[in-house]
């Protein structure tokens, strides 16, 4: 499946291909585009919106796009969940001190797009950092 969003990935548009491809669709493919771009290519070619104005997976109610994905899918793993707080506070500026790791992550995600601005090798070399910090997230759940 094709799921579509805004180019120049930060936060969220990493965070939201990293959750889709582990948990909701393996076999995933990413389209990255401007902004004014995405209703008309999502219309072309079948494609899911994420984390654009307007979309369904999108920001709502004080949630992000991966909390809104989390919300839609039905996900409900603790580990999971605790890495949502993180990307919400790092993803949403009013929030960043809401958890201790958003700065952090916010600071990788912006040196990772300085080093990548191809936005699918961006997203390919911090699924790694992702992968990382889900296992940090459910060890840190597991101890509570």
């Not at 902004?35 to 290519?41: D, M, Y």
């Not at 949630?63 to 949403?92: P, T």
Request: charged share 25%.
């Amino acid at each position: 499946m094709q799921w579509i969003t805004r180019s120049h990935v930060h936060v969220d548009r990493v965070a939201c291909p990293w959750l889709i491809t582990r948990f909701i669709d393996n076999n995933a493919e990413f389209l990255f585009v401007p902004t004014n771009q995405i209703e008309k290519i999502a219309q072309e070619t079948g494609a899911i919106p994420f984390d654009a104005p307007g979309v369904e997976l999108g920001h709502h109610e004080n949630r992000c796009s991966f909390e809104s994905i989390i919300l839609k899918y039905g996900l409900k793993e603790a580990g999971l969940l605790r890495l949502a707080k993180i990307i919400h506070a790092a993803d949403v500026s009013a929030d960043i001190d809401q958890d201790p790791i958003a700065r952090g992550l916010e600071a990788i995600a912006s040196g990772y797009s300085l080093r990548f601005p191809d936005d699918i090798e961006n997203i390919q070399r911090q699924f790694e950092v992702y992968d990382a910090l889900y296992a940090w997230c459910r060890v840190d759940v597991a101890n509570r």
